[in-house]
C-alpha cells in the first residue's frame, strides 16, 4: 500500500458521523476518506456531501467494489455486521468493524476466518483499547505497579427513553444493553484478565426479550473476580475500578475514552494521570483509526492493540452472559 490509505464508509448513522470526523481531522493521518455507502442513494449522497466525500453508493456491493478503496469502515447496527464485513472481505477489502464485532462468537469465528484465508486486515473498532491512557494503564499492570489484580469493577449504563422502533430494542437487530454498553466493561475486563474461566449473569429483560439492566460476575482460575453491569434504564457511574495486591487504579466517568485516571500505589500519595495534548474538539476516535492506519501501511494484517482472538474470547463471554440470562436473537438460530 502507498502512502495513504483510502477509506470508504459503509452506513452514515451517528457513529459513522462521529468516526469520519475524527478521521478528518486528524492532522497529517496517512487516511482519506473517498466513497461512502448507504442502503440509500440519497443518504449517502447527503453524507458525502456534508464531509466532502467523492463517491455515494447507494448498495454496500458498490462500495466494495470500488477499486479505490483500500479499507471499509462497517457502521451498521451489529446485526449487519457479519454481511457486511464478510462482504468487504470476499471483495478483497481490509475491514474495521464498530463493536459489539458480531451478534455472536460463531459470527466472529466466520469473519476472522475468512480474513485470515485471504491475508486481509480485520479489527473491532474497540477504540477503548487504542486510548493512550488505557494503554498505559495496561502497561502499569503488566509491570505490576499495583500488584497482581483481585477485582475489576466497571459499568456502563444510561436511562434512555427508547422506543419500540429503536434498534436497542429489536432482539433482530442486536438490541439491549449488553452488546451496545456491556462490550466496554467485559472488554475491559479482558484486556487485564484474558477470557474468564467462569461467567454468572442475572438481567431485567424488556417484554421484546432484549436485557435493559444486567450485572455480570466473570470469575477467573487465579482468584481474580470482574464485577460488571451495563444498562439502558439506570444512570450508572460509567466508571472503572482495577484493584490489586499494591493498589488501585480508579477510571472516572466515561472510562471506556479516558482522559485521566488515578493511579493509588501502596504506601504512596496518589497520582494523577492525564492524556498528552493532543488534536481538540474531537470524539475519541482518532486513535483506533491512526492505529488501522499505521497496520495497514505496515502491511499488517491484524493490530496487536485490538487482536481479533481477544474480540473472539469477548463475544464468547458475551454469548455465555446472553445464555445465562436468557437473551436469543434470530441469528443465533442460523447455523
Ligand atoms: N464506537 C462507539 O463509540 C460507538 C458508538 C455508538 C454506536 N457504535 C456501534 O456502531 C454501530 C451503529 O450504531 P449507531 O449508533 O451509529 O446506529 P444508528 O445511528 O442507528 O446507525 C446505523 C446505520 O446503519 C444503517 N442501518 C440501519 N438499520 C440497518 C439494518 N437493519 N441493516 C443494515 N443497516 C442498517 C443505517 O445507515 P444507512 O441508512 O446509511 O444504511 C443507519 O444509519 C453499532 O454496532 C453500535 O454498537 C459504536
Redesign the pocket.
Known amino acids: 500500500m502507498s502512502g495513504t490509505v483510502r477509506w470508504g464508509v459503509l452506513?452514515?448513522?451517528?457513529?459513522?458521523a462521529r468516526f469520519t470526523e475524527d478521521l478528518l481531522a486528524m492532522p497529517d493521518s496517512g487516511a482519506e476518506v473517498v466513497a461512502v455507502a448507504?442502503?440509500?442513494e440519497a443518504?449517502?449522497r447527503a453524507f458525502a456531501d456534508r464531509f466532502g466525500i467523492e463517491r455515494a453508493y447507494g448498495s454496500w456491493a458498490e462500495l466494495v467494489a470500488d477499486d479505490s478503496v483500500d479499507v471499509v469502515y462497517v457502521?451498521?447496527?451489529?446485526?449487519?455486521?457479519r454481511e457486511a464485513a464478510g462482504l468487504a472481505l470476499e471483495a478483497g477489502k481490509h475491514v474495521l468493524c464498530?463493536?459489539?464485532f458480531t451478534l455472536n462468537a460463531r459470527e466472529a469465528r466466520e469473519l476472522a476466518g475468512l480474513a485470515r484465508e485471504r491475508g486481509l486486515f480485520l479489527m473491532e473498532?474497540m477504540?477503548t483499547y487504542c486510548n493512550p491512557l488505557i494503554r498505559r494503564i495496561t502497561e502499569l499492570v503488566r509491570d505490576g505497579a499495583i500488584g497482581e489484580i483481585r477485582t475489576v469493577q466497571a459499568d456502563f449504563g444510561f436511562a434512555g427513553t427508547f422506543g419500540a422502533e429503536h434498534?436497542l430494542r429489536d432482539p433482530a437487530?442486536g438490541g439491549g444493553a449488553l452488546?451496545?454498553l456491556g462490550v466496554y466493561p467485559v472488554s475491559f475486563a479482558q484486556l487485564l484478565l484474558g477470557e474468564p474461566d467462569r461467567v454468572q449473569a442475572d438481567a431485567l429483560l424488556s417484554p421484546e426479550g432484549v436485557d435493559l439492566n444486567t450485572g455480570m460476575l466473570l470469575g477467573w482460575d487465579s482468584g481474580a473476580t470482574a464485577l460488571l453491569s451495563c444498562s439502558i434504564v439506570a444512570n450508572l457511574p460509567t466508571s472503572a475500578t482495577v484493584t490489586g495486591t499494591e493498589g488501585r487504579i480508579d477510571l472516572p466517568r466515561d472510562f471506556f475514552h479516558p482522559d485521566h485516571f488515578f493511579l493509588h500505589r501502596s504506601g504512596r500519595e496518589p497520582e494523577k494521570v492525564v492524556t498528552g495534548p493532543g488534536p481538540q474538539g474531537l470524539s475519541g476516535?482518532q486513535y483506533e483509526a491512526a492505529e488501522v492506519t499505521r497496520a495497514l501501511l505496515a502491511g499488517e494484517t491484524e493490530s496487536p492493540l485490538v487482536p481479533l482472538d481477544g474480540s473472539l474470547a469477548v463475544m464468547r463471554t458475551l454469548d455465555a452472559v446472553r445464555d445465562r440470562i436468557g437473551v436469543r436473537y434470530p441469528a443465533d438460530d442460523r447455523a
Not at 11 to 16: K, L, M, N
Request: hydrophobic share 45%.
Open positions: 452506513a452514515t448513522g451517528g457513529i459513522a448507504s442502503r440509500t443518504s449517502a457502521a451498521t447496527p451489529h446485526s449487519a455486521h464498530e463493536k459489539a473498532a477504540w434498534r437487530l452488546l451496545d476516535m
